[in-house]
DNA sequence: AGTTATATGGGATGGAGTCTCAGATGGCAA
DNA sequence: TTGCCATCTGAGACTCCATCCCATATAACT
């Protein structure tokens, strides 16, 4: 019936839902409606009411532990950083929708909880790269779930910012704030790869739109 | 009818019933009915299923932010472990408790995402609290984010191995953690006081359980 | 046209959580 | 004792989330 699959109608339902008349007064009868399909559906494309707002978390966790998953001792800086990156540019890519979620877990608690225990999963992913990876020599169980836990709090800080309107440039400003949180744990930061880095994502938005918000990202840094 | 508390007498029936059928198979009037109260007063005691099993979060999450509440930046160390060690030593009073919770976190996808929601307010707590009382002069939001994610990483490291049983002095080696984390920051560990620490905090425990079970982590310590 | 696979909606079911109301219980004073 | 008040309790109805089954539709291929 619409141009837009049905997933996409049903999850721009419910954001819009959402923000009209509230998260828990929104029942998924009524996101089905204005998506046009049944009820079953929804549950066909979400396994919840809470998943419609988080449609690609467990694609985009996925995606960093592939990447993770493709280094080795020598590249493991340098994985990390790629990684955290990554989920950085899948907000940025995301655009508007971004902003809208984190309006929603802000207020909503049932919302929020879901997304620390995604950011959690994120978290330790990171931990036990770390462990196989990094600290050869100072390994200890105890500093990979440091360096994990600074890691996921380094890019959360950043992320907030970027969300909260607080910063222009989110993708070098996580960067920098990664170099700090890896620099506590006193690694050679030159193993640190810099210049250009080119990451292959999947992201349901349209590629116009994923290419003009990382040409408003990137540009303020291509004019050094 | 019997002498414990209805509260407790639901907590006992719902770990009970948990443990025999698992947790998605018991039902909340299972848990009412065995208990010998009706159903509706189930949610009168605890908010929702999940609840039941960390009947106390809140109260724990109040004591450690009045901890918090009573230092100044002379002696934010000191709080900071302070705390750490108020939440180490509520595991440890509950005994057995703990490591039933733990064995049901760990496998129910619905109770870890709970848990890891209420860790994420500690984090929160001891972040504002860093935020505004240590690093006064390399003051940064990023600095406090870190700080904060790796104390509440040390702590939750040394928590689960001791609810794994791998760990037999938890205090001493929460303190160790503790220690290890803060000093990638920089900070003086001579801030840190040290020598005989005592805390005051309620539980629903009796005081002979308490009392031996406290017995038991410190004696080894007191060997030294 | 026939057949198989897949997508969809309807309806039934069960359990969580909320709400209301009626009855029980236990002081406490007259 | 009686009456009054506050608090606690359980029953039942209700909404909604989530799962399940099944009948139908659409398409795709033979």
Redesign the pocket.
């Given at each position: 019936m619409s141009r837009a699959s049905?997933r996409d109608r049903l999850a721009d339902a419910a954001f819009a839902l959402f923000a009209e008349f509230g998260y828990e007064q929104t029942?998924?009868?009524e996101i089905a409606e204005r998506a046009?399909?049944?009820?079953?559906?929804f549950?066909?494309y979400y396994?919840?009411?809470?998943d419609v707002i988080f449609p690609d978390h467990e694609r985009l966790r996925q995606q960093v532990a592939a990447r993770l998953a493709t280094s080795n001792q020598a590249t493991a800086i340098t994985a990390v950083s790629d990684a955290v990156r990554l989920v950085m540019l899948y907000y940025v890519s995301e655009g508007e929708r971004a902003r809208h979620r984190y309006r929603l877990t802000s207020t909503i608690p049932a919302l929020r909880d879901r997304e620390i225990a995604s950011v959690a999963a994120y978290q330790r992913l990171f931990r036990e790269f770390i462990d196989g990876w990094i600290d050869e020599g100072a390994r200890s169980a105890l500093r990979a779930e440091l360096m994990a836990a600074t890691v996921v709090a380094a890019h959360n800080h950043v992320l907030r910012r970027y969300l909260r309107d607080e910063c222009a440039d989110p993708v070098s400003e996580v960067d920098a704030a990664l170099d700090q949180a890896i620099a506590l744990f006193g690694v050679d930061p030159r193993a640190v790869s810099t210049g250009t880095t080119v990451l292959a994502f999947e992201t349901p938005e349209r590629p116009e739109e994923v290419f003009a918000a990382l040409r408003r990202v990137l540009e303020p840094r291509a004019k050094t």
């Open positions: 049905a029942t998924v009868e046009g399909v049944g009820r079953s559906s549950f066909r396994r919840s009411k809470e």
